[in-house]
C-alpha cells in the first residue's frame, strides 16, 4: 500500500516562501510520477504541479508557473515543493499524490500540510 506524508506547511507572509516535504514508505517513489494538489473550503481541487517518474519533467498549471517548483530526492525517497512569492489565495492544505502520467488522475495521496498565507 502507497504511503504518502506531506510535511512543512505553515503561516507564511504574503511574498513569503515555504518548503514542503512529500516522503513515501512501502515504494520506491521515483517509480511514480508525483503531483501536488491543493484543496481550499468552497474552491474545487486545483493541480499545482507534477514530476515524472523517469525524466523527472516538471509540469506547472499557469496560475502556479514560476512560483511554485518541484523536485525531487530519490535517495530520501521525497518530493518537494518549494512556494515562493505566496499569496493569500494560496491558502489551503496541501496534498502530494500518485499522479497516473502526470494526468491528474490522482490514484493515492496523504493527508495534507495546512498553508495559510495571511499578513
Known amino acids: 500500500q502507497v504511503q504518502l506524508e506531506e510535511s512543512g506547511g505553515g503561516l507564511a507572509q504574503p511574498g513569503g516562501s515555504l518548503k514542503l516535504s512529500c516522503v513515501a514508505s512501502r515504494f520506491a517513489l521515483d517509480y511514480y510520477a508525483i503531483g501536488w494538489f491543493r484543496q481550499a473550503p468552497g474552491k474545487e481541487r486545483e493541480g499545482l504541479a507534477c514530476i515524472s517518474s523517469n525524466e523527472g519533467k516538471a509540469y506547472y498549471p499557469d496560475s502556479v508557473k514560476g512560483r511554485f517548483t518541484i523536485s525531487r530526492d530519490n535517495a530520501k525517497n521525497t518530493v518537494y515543493l518549494q512556494l515562493n512569492n505566496l499569496k493569500p489565495d494560496d491558502t489551503g492544505v496541501y496534498h502530494c499524490?500518485?499522479?497516473?502520467?502526470?494526468?491528474?488522475?490522482?490514484?493515492?495521496w496523504g493527508r495534507g500540510t495546512q498553508v495559510t498565507v495571511s499578513s
Open positions: 499524490a500518485t499522479d497516473e502520467f502526470c494526468t491528474g488522475n490522482y490514484l493515492e
